[in-house]
């Protein structure tokens, strides 16, 4: 529910690949439905918020007098003190069986305008922004979900020996969930400080803004990871654009390597990067460093 002299409200049904986006301080609730409930990950765009102590209507009504919960809702038995209970996070409640359409017109009350920008985005259905042999990336960000202005997150999937290239973004912190699989992350920060860790199923990681990264599917099945960020405009900088706009003597000089080597790079290989393949003129021994001969 959104603030204004009509609240603005809205309810959907979420299924299997949907986001959502509420703005601070925007009343909400999440409801499981049968028959299985459900599993979600929550995001935010602070890493100091905890979600259990952001303020929940019943934690300030246990609070109030009785007297004033009795007047400000209109039930005089509020009036009446109530039995001491537990306040929690995650409430279990019975199970919906109205279906949506029902649902709505029952909550409704009084009735409500639509909101102006919904809060619901079905990411699965949008177009990977990069795709290769090695995996693919599906963005969601206040470019086709409007009212995402301060988060953007994505939904990449790598296939064995794939790798979400060498890149860093210009004012995004990134969070990273390893929904499942065995994933290969490193963070290059500054001169001397570089890490690197392997990742697997219900891990996080983290990269801070301007951080060089990337993580590669170290296993050998397909590999999804969730991304967040704390900003609206998804944007990022490959390693391979900056190599490919760097003269080949610029870059021999800067990297101390060959200019010949400068000029083999391939500024090509794309956001995702599919697993090496051997050069034809190297022997196998080349893996390890030992050129051909």
């Known amino acids: 529910m959104e603030e204004g002299m009509t609240h603005p409200a809205e309810t959907w049904d979420f299924g299997e690949g949907d986001i959502w986006y509420f703005r601070p301080n925007e009343g909400h609730m999440v409801q499981g439905l049968a028959p299985s409930g459900c599993t979600y990950l929550a995001g935010y765009n602070s ?26 809702l ?13 306040l929690g ?3 279990q409640g019975p199970e919906p069986t109205a279906d949506l359409d029902s649902f709505r017109a029952s909550v409704m009350k009084p009735p409500q305008p639509a909101v102006k920008l919904t809060h619901r985005y079905q990411l699965s259905q949008q177009a990977p922004k990069a795709e290769s042999e090695g995996g693919s990336v599906i963005v969601g960000d206040k470019t086709m979900f409007p009212i995402s202005e301060h988060m953007s997150g994505a939904l990449v999937r790598l296939r064995p020996g794939g790798m979400r290239q060498l890149h860093w973004h210009t004012n995004l912190d990134e969070w990273q969930y390893v929904i499942n699989g065995t994933l290969q ?13 392997i990742l697997h199923a219900g ?7 301007s951080s060089a990264h990337y993580f590669k599917n170290v296993g050998d099945e397909d590999c999804f990871v969730v991304l967040m960020f704390n900003d609206g405009q998804f944007t990022n900088i490959d390693a391979t654009a900056l190599v490919g706009n760097m003269p080949a003597e610029a870059l021999a000089a800067d990297l101390g390597i060959p200019e010949e080597v400068a000029l083999a790079l391939d500024p090509t290989i794309p956001t995702v990067a599919p697993p090496l393949k051997p050069s034809p003129h190297c022997k196998h021994e080349c893996a390890s460093g030992q050129a051909e001969e």
């Open 203 to 209: 891990d996080a990681g983290f990269a801070p803004v």
């Open 89 to 91: 996070f995650i409430t």
């Open 185 to 197: 992350a490193g963070v290059f920060n500054y001169t001397g400080h570089y890490e690197e860790s």
């Open 47 to 72: 890493g100091t918020f905890y979600d259990p102590d952001s303020p929940s209507l019943g934690a300030w009504l246990e609070a109030l007098p009785a007297d004033i919960k009795a007047e400000g």
């Open 74 to 86: 209109g039930v005089a038995h509020l009036q009446q003190k109530t039995a001491h209970r537990v």
